[in-house]
Each structure stands twice: as C-alpha cells, then as structure tokens.
C-alpha cells in the first residue's frame, strides 16, 4: 500500500543571507518575504516496501525502509547504474529549490554517485563525484560549471540547490550548500554561478550510482519556491 503525500503549503523557514555570485540581495529579501513548500517527504507516513503516490521511477529498485534514523527511501545498488526518480509538482517560472538527506557508503575506494535535478532531467542538474572531490553542473545535458567538494561523505548530508530564473535575460541563476546533516546549516555556499538559459519546466529529480555496490538512503526531501 502507497503512502499519501505530504504537502505543506506556505511554510516559513529561516533564509541565510548569503549574496553569492548573481544572487543579489532582493533575491534574498524576496525569498524571504514569500516563499512557499509545496511538497516534503519524510516517508514516516509510509509503510515498508512502499512507495510515496506522486513518486515517479526512472529505473532502478527504490522502496521505504526502516533503519535507526527511522524511515528512509532505500536504493538498491543492483544492477549498477544511474538510477533515480522523480516528485513533487511540475513547477515552472518562479525560483524553485531542492534540499534533501542522502547517506551513500563507501567499499574501498569506490564511492557512490549523486545527481540532484531542478526542471525535470534536462533542467539543471547538479552532479557530486566524492571520490574525485569534484561537484559539476549541467544544463541540457551540458556541463556549464565544476568546482571542489572540500567534504568526506562518511555519513549522512544533506544538500539544498537554489534556481532563480531571470526572464528577462534568458539567464538562471543557481547556487549549492552541502554540509554532514548532523552539523548546523553552514550560512557559505559551495558554488553560485549563472546559466545562460530558461529553467524549464518540471519535477525535482534525484539519482544515485551506487559504485560501491551498497544501497543508497534517501530522506527529508523538501521542495520550495518563491517569486
């Protein structure tokens, strides 16, 4: 049996001021005087086995799963590729971000793989590679933007990536924060940079390669936008 959605709707949360490259500061102070959560899942609302009802699968094995954290959405790592999946609504026009937990272990030197998307699989997706420390952003399926990932993954982390589309220009800003879901919120982010095109149309959506042969936990996926 499915579990239902988990939907709030304007919800207020704390915003760190950080003006990083293209985000000015009525990006922020628009971001904080109205923003909306338009879909959060923690999965405690789930059954083991299941899987959220809006939850679309691109390939792969995914279910709920219980573990100390509580419950979680499991990947499992078999066979090895990039599989993922989609949620939430299909957003358009407004800034849009994605924040969520994600726990990959390691076998030797191998190490999973984790993409995050905003605008659906061709939208502008964020790709982290812990083995070589290297954090890349595409857009169409093109890498625009690289930068080092200073973290070890030896645990749970937890990411957001911000888009703000600028109409005007054709142009989109983006920018990323990664930090051990354990710690508080770091106010600097990782990388900020601005994309020539529109984000498009579409849903949130996170992958995962799983080199290591070990599952891959997923939790406390949150979705946002704002004018």
């Known amino acids: ?127 982290l590679n812990p083995v070589s420390r290297l954090g890349e952003i595409y857009f169409k399926e093109q890498r625009v933007h690289h930068f080092p990932l200073p973290l070890s993954f030896d645990g749970w982390m937890r990411a957001r990536i911000q888009a703000k589309p600028r109409q005007e220009s054709l142009k989109t800003l983006f920018r990323f924060k990664l930090w051990p879901a354990e710690a508080e919120e770091p106010v600097i982010w990782n990388a900020s940079t601005t994309i020539d095109g529109d984000l498009p149309q579409g849903r949130c959506m996170l992958s995962g390669i799983p080199y290591s042969e070990e599952p891959i936990l997923w939790d406390d996926l949150t979705v946002i936008t704002w004018r």
């Open 1 to 127: 049996m499915n579990c239902g959605v988990n939907k709030l709707i304007l919800i207020l949360f704390p915003i760190w001021v950080f003006s990083g490259k293209g985000f000015a500061a009525e990006d922020e102070r628009a971001m904080e005087r109205e923003h909306e959560m338009v879909r959060f899942e923690g999965f405690e609302n789930c059954s083991a086995g299941s899987l959220p009802d809006d939850f679309f699968i691109l390939e792969g094995n995914f279910a709920v799963c219980i573990t100390d954290k509580g419950k979680c959405l499991q990947q499992d790592p078999f066979p090895v590729g990039e599989h993922g999946f989609m949620f939430g609504p299909r957003l358009s026009g407004w800034g849009r971000e994605l924040a969520f937990s994600f726990l990959g272990r390691k076998k030797g030197r191998r190490h999973p793989a984790f993409v995050a998307a905003l605008g659906g699989a061709r939208g502008i997706k964020l790709r």
